[in-house]
């Protein structure tokens, strides 16, 4: 495995547990699959179909998120907004990521021996 | 599933990620399994031994963690300390972790529509 491959391994794995956090935290407005791509992209987050559509799906499922098909154009499209219990989930992981970052600065910060 | 399964399982995804990252920052100083587990604890990151020794193991294997068994005391011990690569790549891993953390942060906070 060369340097990038390893390098590009662990920053994948950094990110993917974040996919989920981040499409809560954006959809407190209904958004298509698309758009919310163009969102996360735009924070920073470079997030692929392949990864977002089925974790719309997932989160869709487990009562995270309401759907809708919006069939008024000539192509429909579903819609996902946070459902009330994605808004208390996202409320506690929220807190969790803040605490994971404390823990993290403060280890890279050496301020823990 | 329960609402309580279903938050433990978002918040595992979310720590998944960030242990290899811990244990890198934390390795500057050499260190065996169970005395670097106490220091993730102390650091808030409450890991398992299933999940770290394995990770450690897999880190040692990929370049990025120097091993050493010390056979001084009565039983044996494998100490860890971070390899030169280690080193660089923690340094990158920690600017992804940052950039990451800023995304969430502003996508949190509503500031990206």
Redesign the interface.
């Known amino acids: 495995?060369t340097?990038e491959e390893?390098?590009a391994g662990?920053?994948q794995?950094?990110?993917?547990?974040?996919v989920?956090?981040?499409c809560l935290?954006?959809l407190?407005?209904p958004r298509y699959g698309y758009a919310l791509l163009e969102?996360?992209r735009?924070?920073?987050?470079d997030v692929d179909g392949n990864t977002l559509y089925p974790l719309l799906r997932r989160l869709d499922k487990?009562g995270?998120l309401d759907s809708e098909w919006n069939t008024e154009e000539p192509r429909p499209r579903k819609f996902y907004r946070i459902s009330e219990?994605g808004t208390a989930?996202l409320g506690?992981?929220?807190e969790?990521?803040r605490?994971?970052?404390?823990?993290?600065e403060?280890?890279?910060q050496?301020a823990?021996?």
Request: proline share 0%; charged share 15%; net charge negative.
């Open positions: 495995m340097r390893l390098l662990h920053i794995e950094l990110r993917r547990g974040t989920a956090l981040a935290a954006t407190s407005e969102t996360l735009a924070a920073g987050l487990q995270l219990l989930l506690e992981l929220t969790e990521w605490t994971l970052n404390s823990s993290i403060a280890l890279a050496g823990i021996e």
